[in-house]
């Protein structure tokens, strides 16, 4: 079965600092995708970003950057120069194939930047 | 466009009522899901809806239902509430069924069971 841990539960950081989260997956399907979500208080989930188990490229958007290592089976995730609006809990999520009944998240990393 | 809506944001019940939450996708969108969030389970897949028909359904027991209306507006139902029922439950839309990543979730409704 498909397993996400995000063994860091919760990181506080000073403003201005680098953060990154990490994720690891177990899997033995050949294609899936790997998903990161911001939750802030307000609850909503907010999709971040989706990568396809295909597709190794790191990507850089603003301040947010995702190293995806098929070879340690990890999917990170680096918040640059933090913000205060940055806290929130992130979630990393397996998908395999497709539909909201294949999505699997992992519990969590709770992130405070502290002004 | 407005986003995903859930109402109500709040509820307090007692064990062994039955709750009624509701949501209402995005303009457009015809696919809902919902997912419950506790702090022991973490997030799991409840149920999803597109056109009026449940697709999939997760690994809850049979007092959590579901239903969607014409408009796609969705409500869940949880029948002889127990006390770990208690949770956070999220709404997501999507235009189409397996658009994970294009569905926009709802604030969600906090459900507490005394």
């Known amino acids: 079965a498909q397993k996400v841990t995000q063994a860091q539960t919760e990181i506080s950081v000073v403003e201005k600092e680098d953060v990154t989260l990490d994720c690891v997956y177990e899997?033995?399907?050949?294609?899936?995708?790997l998903f990161w979500y911001k939750q802030p208080p307000s609850g909503e989930l907010v999709f971040l970003i989706r990568?396809?188990?295909?597709?190794?490229q790191n990507e850089i958007s603003g301040r947010y950057s995702w190293n995806f290592q098929k070879s340690t089976s990890s999917f990170n995730f680096t918040i640059t120069a933090s913000q205060v609006v940055d806290s929130a809990v992130y979630f990393c999520?397996?998908?395999?194939?497709?539909?909201?009944?294949?999505?699997?998240f992992g519990t969590g990393t709770r992130l405070t930047v502290i002004p | 466009k407005a986003g995903v809506t859930q109402t109500p944001r709040y509820l307090i019940k007692t064990r062994g009522q039955q709750v009624t939450l509701s949501c209402s996708p995005i303009?457009?969108?015809?696919?809902v899901s919902w997912y419950q969030q506790t702090p022991g389970q973490g997030l799991q897949f409840l149920f999803e809806?597109?056109?009026?028909?449940?697709?999939n359904k997760g690994n809850f027991p049979g007092r959590f239902s579901g239903r969607q209306f014409s408009n796609s507006r969705s409500e869940m139902n949880v029948s002889t509430l127990e006390l770990g029922d208690s949770a956070l439950y999220l709404c997501?839309?999507?235009?189409?069924?397996?658009?994970?990543?294009?569905?926009?979730f709802g604030p969600g409704t906090r459900l507490t069971v005394l």
């Open positions: 997501a839309s999507s235009s189409q069924p397996g658009d994970t990543d294009t569905q926009y």
């Open positions: 990568r396809n188990s295909f597709d190794e």
């Open positions: 809806y597109f056109s009026e028909t449940q697709r």
């Open positions: 303009s457009g969108h015809r696919s």
């Open positions: 999520a397996y998908e395999k194939g497709t539909g909201a009944n294949n999505l699997f």
């Open positions: 899997t033995r399907d050949t294609t899936y995708y």
